[in-house]
Every structure is written in structure tokens, then in C-alpha cells.
């Protein structure tokens, strides 16, 4: 099967990366680095990810705020042009079918970005122009993301967060966007394909550590975000998922939302919660959740955290289940020990 | 095995003329084609030279040191690397009895578990506790400070496993 690749592949195998399927694309797991070292960079200070892989549906037309309004879960009337927003996609029984960032860009454009599995269902959804292909993605995260990218480009720097700005680099047009997924402060960059050579080589010249897939992965589970797929996806709500402040039940009609009602009037019967270990040892997804002796629930996604130096996992457990619990997660003759903890498991900036 | 275009091919050239051309790669920053075309493999091809000939390998990527009646396991370079970064090690008890070609070990990365065969029978008598706190020893320090643990046998012709050399074959595609 051939794989896409995105225009730094060459780069990546350079500096050593470990190139693995993903969705279609072969993206980069690690570098020589390793996944744990570059989850502490980003920790500590700023980490580049290559997610040129996320799809970009373009949107443009004055009937498009009242398209995504009633395709989409969160209300736009909330923000304003030059702002992100995440929210979801939901089919008719409330199922959220992707987890999707916003760029409301200038007042008649959104570029809208799914999960790359997800991008023609979105354009089935709404319409648009797929223009995946026409620009690389770069995720700059970490404390220390503005400080670095300030070195060479300091209005992308100054970019606040959740603010979606269009700015010129070397006379090139860029997007540039106070967003991420890892729980640290970030900026994210839509640029041309002829210039993301250059940006990611003047970020690994300036300090910015190259960061893989592995490490994006940890740094979510981290910092409690869902992954589709895991936490997303068929028979999961988006307030199963803690993840009711993305919904608006006032704004108008949009698909899914019959079912929400539903749900938020007879409640919800299950619940995401955190479960932290005892040991290092790294929890896994699809792991039964025992609470004194039952199987009360199942694990989504879990991992070792580098920051707490013990496994974790996310977990659909009942509702009334209570911070504290002593519970095990169990798969086959595999037990770990931990306990119920709120989420996210590291605190992640506002 | 990697065709340079020029008619060279990789597996005539010596381990010097490799570390030669890993070096040009470097200087050069790969923008020579040629170079670039098997930077990659060269990498492969160095990490593969230093399996110690002082032990023996399993096909499961297990090494085995022997000493007298004393076996000393842990994993190869070549698994180390595959799995990944290493953040927790399952070791066995010691006094146990192992059976030959059963786990008694997991070693688990952030991305997978792989468990560790025993290539013969005996009884654990020492295990690395340094894994514990440490289980990144495996990844830094595969054949030496990673090591697992250490099998007392009975009978070493029960001990089934290849020599370094043959084990650098198996690994090198």
C-alpha cells in the first residue's frame, strides 16, 4: 500500500525518525530522541509536530456561518472572525463522528479542520473545498513555543490564544493560529508547501526539539483531551465525554441535537474519568475497569505519563463513580492498580 | 539490500567505507542523492555491528550470557530499538522456576509489550532491580547495566540459541 507523505518526509527520515502508518499518511513516531524525551520538551520547552496530515475544508460563501451553525455542535454567535473554536460532528443519535477545529478566518472563510479519516464525511456534511494538499501543518507546543518562533517570527509569535491570524512570511501568506493539542501554550502554522522546509528547519535551528506522534499522544492523554476514535466516536455523546461545554442545546437546530435534549433531560449514564497507577506500569485502551470486583467500565486510552512517572488511563466508568475509588484495570491475566483522578491528569494552560 | 544507482552496492563495502560515507552524508547534509538514499540504511547497518560476540541470541531478540551454571538475559539492540522507549519492566521473582521457551519477563514501551522468553530451563536467581527506577537502562545500555535477569540451569545444552554473527544476519534485512 502506498502511503502519503507529507513535503518534510525527507527531513524526518534525515534526523532519524521512525516513519510509521497513520491514517492513510506515513508520519514519524519518534526521532532519535524518543518519545518520552520529546514529551518533556514540550513540557518544558517547545516541541515542532508535523501534523500536515489533519484535513483543511475550506469554507467560503456567505451562507457558510449558517452551514457550519447547524452542521456542528458549538454556537459561532460565542466568537468572532479570527478566532478558533472546537466543536463536534454528530450524527442523528448524538454520536460525536469527529472532534473538529475551527478557523474562523475572516468573516465569509472557515477553514475547518477534522481528524484526516474524517475529511470527506465533513465535505459530505458541509460542503467545501478540500485543501489538505495545499499546505503543511506545523504544531509548535511548549512554554517555550512563542520565545522560539519569535526568534524568526515574531508577529506569528505574538499570536494570541484561540486567535486565528493571516500574516506574510517572506512575502508567503500563513495562517497562523493560537491552538494545539498537548495542554501547553502553542502556536500552529498553515503555510505553503514550498516554505515548510523552511520554517521546520529554522525551529530545529532556533532550539524547537522535532517531536513525533508518540509523544502528541502521551501529551493528550496528559492534558485529558480526547482522541477520535478512543474517547470520540459511535455511541458516545459529547457530554459522556465531559465535553458539554462544546454544545449549544440554545442556538438552533443542528444534527445530533434531538438526541442531546434527550440525554440531558433523562442524564447521562456513563462518564469519563481519569484512573491514575500505582506503578509505572502503562495502562492500556480496551482494558476491563473493576471496581470492588465488578467490571464497571472500560479504559479508552492510556499510557505511561512522563510527568506523573506512573501509568494512566482514560476510562468510561458509571456516573456516581467517585474521585478516590481504588479500582484495577484488568486484560487478561494483566492487573494494574490505581485510583480514580480528575482530568486532566496535568494541568494544561486556559 | 539498497542500490546506490552508481552500480555500488551496500553490501560490498566495508564497515570502514560505510563510516566513511555516513560521515560525507553528515558533512555534505545529505544533499547528495545518493546519500540520502541510504543514510537511512546505513544507520541500520552501523547499529547492527555492535551485537557483542561475547553471547548468544534467541530469534525473540534475547541475548544470553553465560557464566558456569549461570545464565545472564536481556534484549538485543535490535529490539530495544523497535520497541521504543522502555518505561517499565515486569521482572520475575526470584527463585521461580522458568521453563524453556515460556515469558518470564514484559518489558513495555509507551507504544507496545513484548514479553521475554527464557531460551532454557532453570531457576531465576537474580533479577536487575535497577529496572525498577530505571527501566530506560534497557534502551540506553541494552548488553550491559539493562539486563534482566539471571537463570541458574541444570543442563546448558538446553540453551538454543545462535551465535552473534548469524544474529546480525537475522537483523539485517
Redesign the interface.
Known amino acids: 500500500m502506498d502511503f502519503k507523505t507529507t513535503f518534510l518526509n525527507?527531513r524526518h527520515?534525515?534526523l532519524?525518525a521512525?516513519m510509521v502508518p497513520f491514517v492513510g499518511w506515513e508520519m514519524p513516531?519518534?526521532y532519535k530522541t524518543?518519545?518520552?524525551?520529546e514529551h518533556l520538551a514540550c513540557r518544558r520547552g517547545a516541541v515542532v509536530f508535523d501534523v500536515s496530515h489533519l484535513g483543511t475544508v475550506r469554507l467560503a460563501g456567505k451562507d457558510s456561518l449558517e452551514i457550519l451553525q447547524r452542521s456542528f455542535t458549538n454556537d459561532l454567535a460565542k466568537i468572532n472572525p479570527g478566532r478558533a473554536q472546537y466543536t463536534h460532528h454528530l450524527d442523528v443519535e448524538g454520536s460525536v463522528v469527529d472532534d473538529i477545529i475551527v478557523w474562523w478566518v475572516s468573516e465569509n472563510r472557515f477553514d475547518v479542520m477534522p481528524n484526516a479519516s474524517n475529511t470527506s464525511s465533513v465535505i459530505n456534511s458541509i460542503g467545501g473545498q478540500d485543501v489538505t494538499a495545499d499546505r503543511s501543518v506545523l504544531a509548535v507546543q511548549g512554554p517555550k513555543a512563542r520565545i522560539f518562533l519569535g526568534r524568526f517570527f515574531p508577529e506569528g509569535a505574538r499570536v494570541p490564544r484561540f486567535r486565528v491570524e493571516e500574516l506574510s512570511y517572506k512575502g508567503y501568506d500563513v495562517l497562523v493560529a493560537g491552538t494545539g493539542y498537548t495542554g501547553e501554550d502553542g502556536i500552529e502554522l498553515a503555510v505553503p508547501n514550498e516554505i515548510a522546509l523552511e520554517i521546520f528547519d529554522e525551529l530545529l535551528e532556533v532550539g524547537v526539539v522535532p517531536a513525533g506522534l508518540?509523544a502528541r499522544d502521551?501529551l493528550r492523554l496528559e492534558a485529558g483531551l480526547p482522541l477520535h476514535g478512543h474517547e470520540l466516536g459511535r455511541g458516545i455523546t459529547p457530554f459522556q465525554a465531559n465535553l458539554g461545554w462544546a454544545v449549544s442545546l440554545t442556538k438552533g437546530d443542528f444534527i445530533g441535537r434531538d438526541a442531546l435534549v434527550a440525554e440531558s433531560q433523562r442524564g447521562i449514564h456513563r462518564k469519563l474519568v481519569g484512573v491514575k497507577g500505582k506503578?509505572?506500569?502503562?495502562m492500556?485502551d480496551g482494558m476491563d475497569l473493576i471496581f470492588k470486583g465488578e467490571v464497571v467500565g472500560k479504559s479508552t486510552s492510556g499510557?505511561?505519563s512522563?510527568i506523573l512517572e506512573v501509568?494512566i488511563a482514560m476510562c468510561f466508568a458509571p456516573v456516581n463513580q467517585s474521585l478516590g475509588d481504588a479500582v484495577e484495570l484488568h486484560s487478561g491475566d494483566r492487573v494494574i492498580q490505581g485510583e480514580i483522578c480528575p482530568l486532566p491528569f496535568v494541568a494544561k494552560v486556559k | 539490500m539498497a542500490n546506490l544507482g552508481t552500480g555500488v552496492r551496500l553490501k560490498h563495502l566495508c564497515e570502514g567505507e560505510l563510516l566513511w560515507l555516513q560521515e560525507l552524508s553528515i558533512d555534505s547534509k545529505?544533499n547528495c542523492p545518493i546519500f540520502?538514499s541510504v543514510?537511512?540504511f546505513l544507520?541500520a547497518k552501523l547499529s547492527h555491528m555492535i551485537n557483542p560476540n561475547d553471547r548468544s541470541y534467541t530469534k525473540d531478540h534475547e541475548w544470553a550470557l553465560v557464566d558456569g551454571n549461570r545464565v545472564k538475559i536481556g534484549i538485543t539492540d535490535f529490539a530495544q530499538d523497535a520497541l521504543?522507549?522502555v518505561?517499565?519492566v515486569?521482572l520475575p521473582e526470584v527463585g521461580v522456576a522458568v521453563t524453556k521457551g515460556d515469558s518470564f519477563s514484559e518489558v513495555?514501551s509507551?507504544?507496545s509489550?513484548s514479553d521475554i522468553y527464557s531460551p532454557l530451563s532453570g531457576n531465576i536467581v537474580q533479577v536487575n532491580e535497577s529496572l525498577v527506577s530505571s527501566?530506560?537502562l534497557v534502551?540506553s545500555s541494552p548488553y550491559e547495566d539493562g539486563w534482566i535477569a539471571i537463570i541458574e540451569f541444570g543442563d546448558e545444552s538446553d540453551l538454543e540459541t545462535m551465535s552473534s554473527t548469524d544474529y546480525d544476519e537475522l537483523t539485517a534485512h
Open positions: 525527507n527520515r534525515e532519524g521512525k513516531l519518534s524518543g518519545t518520552v524525551a508518540g502521551t506503578s509505572r506500569q502503562p492500556r499510557n505511561y512522563p501509568g | 545529505m540520502r543514510s537511512a544507520k521504543g522507549d518505561v517499565f515486569k513495555e509507551t507504544k509489550v527501566p530506560e534502551n
